[in-house]
């Protein structure tokens, strides 16, 4: 008889089936690879670089599992749902949904910022994840193990200033969760928030230019505690070991990724080597 306390043979999520969205580059790109790489099917959801969603795919092919390239604008209408049908049919189901697709805010103050720019960003981090969910939970819910986990920030906490679209719909898109996690109950689809710091992305970088004035992430990273940003593979390996651990199901976990100050303002000072961290450290 088989032992029932010894683990699975073979790789971890073979068998699983997996949405990640935002995966033609980043955080969402080391995703897929590692989830592949872990013996998972996935679907690369992408908007506007097919080409390099296709990339990925094509390397998730090479490792033997299946991919396909969906592309959607999840700041559209039917955006989502499109993704998740289309998902459904490219694998016959979806039992590993990763919420990552995203962007920053423009910087400014809440005065000057539109309501166009908050609405945006409430769709593409929070509106489409419920959209997503509510045309994938039918087929979550009927895997013998489902995982939703969603890419959030450390802004959620620090609430940085001139960040209000981003902050607000991040903090929107953990509710979510939340309300996941107690609809499903022990033993429904477990309910994951990877919130990480700086991550050395397109999207990091960009921060890092406006925050510095034009410096590059790599020639300021090493004033960061740890001496470096986190890369996108730190965040899918938290990502892996979520989705791939044995343990309470329907939980919702919030794990925080990377040390450093939080709040923009200590970050930018960091980063542009004039400043002293709070609690008195020196920056160097
Ligand atoms: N980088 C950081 O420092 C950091 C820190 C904390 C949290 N995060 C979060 O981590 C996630 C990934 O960020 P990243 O740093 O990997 O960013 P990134 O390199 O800029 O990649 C963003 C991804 O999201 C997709 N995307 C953007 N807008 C979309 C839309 N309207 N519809 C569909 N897909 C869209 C992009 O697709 P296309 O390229 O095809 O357009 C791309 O694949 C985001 O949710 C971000 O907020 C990042």
Do not use: W
């Not at 994938?136 to 819910?141: C, E, K, M």
């Not at 700086?198 to 590059?216: C, K, N, S």
């Amino acid at each position: 008889m088989s032992n029932p306390l010894a683990p699975a043979a073979g790789p971890a999520l073979r068998g699983r089936r997996a949405l990640v969205t935002g995966a033609s580059r980043g955080i969402g790109e080391a995703v897929a690879r590692r989830l592949a790489g872990a013996g998972a099917d996935v679907v690369v959801g992408c908007r506007r670089h097919p080409d390099e969603a296709a990339v990925v795919a094509e390397a998730i092919r090479g490792l033997g599992r299946r991919a396909e390239v969906v592309v959607a604008d999840l700041t559209t209408t039917d955006g989502p749902a499109r993704l998740a049908r289309a998902a459904i049919a490219a694998l016959g189901g979806i039992d590993l949904l990763v919420l990552n697709a995203g962007e920053g805010s423009r910087g400014l103050p809440i005065g000057r910022t539109s309501a166009a720019e908050v609405a945006r960003h409430f769709q593409l981090h929070a509106g489409s994840a419920h959209q997503l969910l509510a045309e994938l939970l039918p087929g979550l819910q009927a895997a013998p193990r489902a995982d939703v986990v969603a890419i959030s920030s450390v802004a959620v906490v620090a609430r940085p200033a001139g960040g209000a679209p981003y902050t607000m719909a991040k903090a929107a898109l953990e509710a979510l969760m939340a309300t996941l996690a107690a609809e499903e109950g022990v033993g429904g689809v477990q309910a994951h928030v990877v919130a990480p710091g700086l991550v050395a992305t397109e999207q990091g970088r960009r921060l890092v230019r406006a925050l510095t004035g034009g410096a590059e992430l790599e020639d300021v990273e090493h004033r960061l505690p740890g001496g470096r940003a986190l890369t996108a593979d730190d965040v899918a390996s938290a990502v892996l070991g979520l989705v791939s651990a044995s343990g309470a199901r329907g939980v919702a976990g919030r794990l925080v990724l990377g040390e450093g100050p939080d709040d923009l303002e200590s970050l930018r000072l960091l980063l542009r080597g004039d400043g002293a961290l709070p609690g008195g450290s020196q920056a160097s």
